[in-house]
C-alpha cells in the first residue's frame, strides 16, 4: 500500500495541468468580482505613463524595505561581492585605482589584482553603485536604487512596445520575478544595471524609430554607455542586432531624410558611448597600464585556467603560492566549467530558466511559440536568441552575465501574456483564468518566500566573518588578522579581504602562506598592533589570530 501511495505522490503532478484546464473551463472568470476592478484601476493609472514609471520604482523599494523585518540587509559573502566593495571604496578614495602594496602577497585575493595596481577585475559600473549606496548610508542602498531604475527602465521600455496597460503588468512581472528574492538584491554582485542598459537601448530604438527625436536617441545612447560599463563583452554581443537593424531603417530612408535625420540624431545617440568608451579606456590603462587590456582579461592571464571561449584550448595550468588558490582554479573551477560543450550549455539553459523563468512561468513561456509569428516583436526575438548562442560561446555563466538581454526577455514575455489571455478554448475564455492565475502565483511566492526568510537562521558564514570583523573593531588600536585556513576549507568561504587602503585600515586582513616567513608582516605593521588575543572560527574550521599573540 505504501508503495502504491509512493508512486501516486510521485507522479501525481502530471494530473495538476488537466486539472487546472478543467478548472479553467469551469470558472473561466472566477475572482471576477475582486479582479476586474483593480484591473480597471490599473489601466487607468498607465494611461499616465511617467507617473506609472514612477509608481513602479518607488513601488520597488517600499515593498523590498517593507520586508527587511524578515530579509535583512544581505552580507556580502560570494568572492565577487568584496570585489565590487573594494571597487567602491577605491571610488570613495577620490581614485580610480590604488597602488601595489609592498606585501601584496599576504593580501592576495580572488578576483583582485594586486599588479600592476591594486583593484577589483570587474568593470567600474557596479562599484560606482556600491559607492552612491555608501554615500547615502549602505552600500546595499545602491544595489536597492539600481533594482529601482531598472524596473522603471523595463516599463519604459515596454510602454514602447506593448499597449500601456501590458506596460505596467511587465514592471510587476519584473519586481516579483527579477527583483524579489534573486540575487540581484539580495548581493553585491549586481545585473541590474547591465538590464537597465539593455531596456534603455531597446526602448530607445523602437521610439527613435517612429518619432525620430533627439532625447530618445539620446536615452538609447545612454542605454550603450550603460553596457559599456557593466557588462562590455555580453553588451556588445546585445548590440550587434540592434545596431544592423538601426542601420538597415537609417537606409531605407530617402535620400534628403538620411542627411536630416542624421544631423539630429546621430551626435545625441553617440554622445554617451563614445564617453564611456573613452571612459573604459582610461579606466583599463590606470588598472592594468594599457587602455586595450580589461582588468578581467589581465586577470584571465595571470590565475585562470580556462580561456574564455569554448572553443579555446585549455592554457597551461598556473602554480600558486598558496593552497586556496590552487583549490578554486584548479579544483573547483575545472569541475565545473572543465566539461563537454553540450553538457555545459545545457546547465547554463538550466540556470538561466531557473531564475529567469521558474515553475511560474512556465505557462506564458509556452506562448512564446505565438510571439514568433508577431512582425511587432521580431527584433526582441532576434536579439533574444543571438544572446543566447553568445551566452553559449562562453564558457562561464551566470544569470546576471544574461542581464542585457533580459530586456528582451521582458518584452517577449509581456507579448506572450498577451497571447495567453487571449487563449479560448471552443469559445471558453481560458485565458482569462491563467494570465490571472501567473500573477497570483508570483504574489503567493512572494508572501510564502517572505514566511520563510523569517523562520530561516541568517547565522551563515558572512555573518560570522562580520561578526569578527566587528569585534576586531571594537578594539583599541589597529590590527593584523592573520588566517589559516583548515585542510577541509570551502574555497568559497574566503576570509581575506581588504578595502583600498590596506595601510590605514582598522583591521588588516593578511594570509597565512606555507613555508612562507610572516616576519616580514609584522616587521611594517610593527608597533600599531596591540590585539593581544586570538578568535577561532571553530564551526567552519578556519582560525583568525593577533601576530603577537601567535598565529592559531
Known amino acids: 500500500m505504501q508503495w502504491i501511495m509512493g508512486v501516486f505522490w510521485t507522479y501525481s503532478w502530471w494530473l495538476i495541468p488537466p486539472a487546472l484546464v478543467l478548472f479553467a473551463w469551469i470558472y473561466p472568470k472566477l475572482g471576477n468580482r475582486w479582479l476586474l476592478p483593480i484591473e480597471k484601476a490599473a489601466t487607468r493609472l498607465s494611461a499616465k505613463r511617467t507617473l506609472t514609471i514612477l509608481v513602479v520604482a518607488v513601488t520597488v523599494v517600499v515593498v523590498r524595505v517593507a520586508i527587511l523585518w524578515a530579509m535583512p540587509v544581505p552580507v556580502p559573502a560570494v568572492h565577487d561581492e568584496f570585489a565590487y566593495l573594494l571597487e567602491a571604496d577605491t571610488f570613495l578614495h577620490g581614485r580610480l585605482t590604488n597602488p601595489p602594496h609592498p606585501l601584496s602577497a599576504y593580501f592576495e585575493t580572488f578576483h583582485v589584482l594586486q599588479h600592476p595596481t591594486y583593484q577589483a577585475i570587474y568593470p567600474p559600473a557596479q562599484g560606482a553603485v556600491l559607492a552612491v549606496g555608501r554615500l547615502l548610508g549602505h552600500p546595499w542602498i545602491g544595489v536597492l536604487l539600481s533594482a529601482a531604475l531598472m524596473c522603471a527602465a523595463m516599463t519604459w521600455m515596454l510602454q514602447a512596445w506593448v499597449p500601456a496597460p501590458w506596460a505596467l503588468l511587465g514592471g510587476i512581472l519584473v519586481l516579483l520575478r527579477i527583483v524579489l528574492f534573486t540575487y540581484w538584491v539580495e548581493s553585491y554582485w549586481g545585473g541590474a544595471l547591465a538590464a537597465t542598459g539593455g531596456a534603455l537601448v531597446l526602448g530607445g530604438f523602437r521610439r527613435l524609430v517612429h518619432h525620430r527625436r533627439p532625447m530618445n536617441a539620446f536615452l538609447m545612447g545612454l542605454g550603450l554607455g550603460l553596457l559599456a560599463v557593466s557588462r562590455p563583452l555580453e553588451g556588445a554581443i546585445f548590440c550587434v542586432p540592434v545596431a544592423i537593424a538601426l542601420g538597415a531603417?537609417?537606409?531605407?530612408?530617402?535620400?534628403?531624410?538620411?542627411?536630416?535625420?542624421?544631423?539630429?540624431?546621430?551626435?545625441?545617440?553617440?554622445?554617451?558611448?563614445?564617453?564611456?568608451?573613452?571612459?573604459?579606456?582610461?579606466?583599463?590603462?590606470?588598472?592594468?597600464?594599457?587602455?586595450?587590456?580589461?582588468?578581467?582579461?589581465?586577470?584571465?592571464?595571470?590565475?585562470?585556467?580556462?580561456?574564455?571561449?569554448?572553443?579555446?584550448?585549455?592554457?597551461?595550468?598556473?602554480?600558486?603560492?598558496?593552497?586556496?588558490?590552487?583549490?578554486?582554479?584548479?579544483?573547483?573551477?575545472?569541475?565545473?566549467?572543465?566539461?563537454?560543450?553540450?553538457?555545459?550549455?545545457?546547465?547554463?539553459?538550466?540556470?538561466?530558466?531557473?531564475?529567469?523563468?521558474?515553475?511560474?512561468?512556465?505557462?506564458?513561456?509556452?506562448?512564446?511559440?505565438?510571439?514568433?509569428?508577431?512582425?511587432?516583436?521580431?527584433?526582441?526575438?532576434?536579439?533574444?536568441?543571438?544572446?543566447?548562442?553568445?551566452?553559449?560561446?562562453?564558457?562561464?555563466?551566470?544569470?546576471?552575465?544574461?542581464?542585457?538581454?533580459?530586456?528582451?526577455?521582458?518584452?517577449?514575455?509581456?507579448?506572450?501574456?498577451?497571447?495567453?489571455?487571449?487563449?479560448?478554448?471552443?469559445?471558453?475564455?481560458?485565458?482569462?483564468?491563467?494570465?490571472?492565475?501567473?500573477?497570483?502565483?508570483?504574489?503567493?511566492?512572494?508572501?510564502?518566500?517572505?514566511?520563510?526568510?523569517?523562520?530561516?537562521?541568517?547565522?551563515?558564514?558572512?555573518?560570522?566573518?562580520?561578526?569578527?570583523?566587528?569585534?576586531?573593531?571594537?578594539?583599541?588600536?589597529?590590527?593584523?588578522?592573520?588566517?589559516?585556513?583548515?585542510?577541509?576549507?570551502?574555497?568559497?568561504?574566503?576570509?581575506?579581504?581588504?578595502?583600498?587602503?590596506?595601510?590605514?585600515?582598522?583591521?588588516?586582513?593578511?594570509?597565512?602562506?606555507?613555508?612562507?616567513?610572516?616576519?616580514?608582516?609584522?616587521?611594517?605593521?610593527?608597533?600599531?598592533?596591540?590585539?593581544?588575543?586570538?578568535?577561532?572560527?571553530?564551526?567552519?574550521?578556519?582560525?583568525?589570530?593577533?601576530?603577537?599573540?601567535?598565529?592559531?
Not at 274 to 288: E, M, P
Not at 328 to 337: A, D, K, T
Open 249 to 552: 531603417w537609417f537606409l531605407s530612408l530617402p535620400g534628403e531624410e538620411i542627411w536630416r535625420t542624421g544631423e539630429r540624431l546621430v551626435l545625441p545617440l553617440l554622445l554617451a558611448p563614445c564617453v564611456a568608451l573613452i571612459f573604459v579606456g582610461y579606466y583599463n590603462h590606470r588598472v592594468t597600464g594599457h587602455a586595450l587590456v580589461f582588468p578581467h582579461l589581465l586577470d584571465q592571464r595571470l590565475y585562470e585556467p580556462l580561456l574564455p571561449f569554448a572553443w579555446q584550448p585549455q592554457p597551461p595550468r598556473h602554480s600558486y603560492p598558496n593552497p586556496q588558490f590552487e583549490s578554486f582554479y584548479n579544483g573547483w573551477i575545472l569541475s565545473e566549467y572543465q566539461q563537454p560543450w553540450l553538457l555545459l550549455s545545457w546547465n547554463k539553459l538550466v540556470d538561466w530558466c531557473r531564475f529567469f523563468v521558474g515553475w511560474i512561468l512556465v505557462l506564458p513561456a509556452l506562448a512564446l511559440i505565438c510571439v514568433i509569428r508577431d512582425r511587432r516583436t521580431r527584433l526582441p526575438l532576434v536579439v533574444f536568441l543571438w544572446c543566447c548562442a553568445g551566452l553559449l560561446a562562453v564558457v562561464y555563466f551566470e544569470p546576471h552575465y544574461a542581464a542585457p538581454m533580459s530586456a528582451a526577455f521582458v518584452i517577449l514575455l509581456v507579448q506572450a501574456m498577451r497571447h495567453l489571455r487571449q487563449w479560448k478554448l471552443r469559445g471558453r475564455p481560458l485565458g482569462i483564468f491563467f494570465s490571472r492565475l501567473v500573477i497570483l502565483m508570483l504574489l503567493a511566492r512572494a508572501a510564502t518566500f517572505t514566511v520563510e526568510a523569517h523562520r530561516y537562521s541568517w547565522d551563515d558564514w558572512s555573518r560570522s566573518r562580520l561578526r569578527v570583523m566587528k569585534q576586531l573593531e571594537s578594539m583599541p588600536g589597529k590590527h593584523v588578522a592573520i588566517v589559516r585556513y583548515a585542510p577541509d576549507h570551502n574555497v568559497h568561504h574566503e576570509w581575506v579581504y581588504n578595502g583600498a587602503d590596506i595601510d590605514g585600515a582598522k583591521v588588516v586582513w593578511a594570509r597565512e602562506i606555507p613555508g612562507m616567513n610572516m616576519n616580514p608582516l609584522l616587521e611594517y605593521f610593527g608597533e600599531s598592533l596591540v590585539v593581544k588575543r586570538q578568535a577561532r572560527h571553530r564551526r567552519y574550521g578556519d582560525s583568525v589570530g593577533a601576530p603577537d599573540a601567535g598565529v592559531p
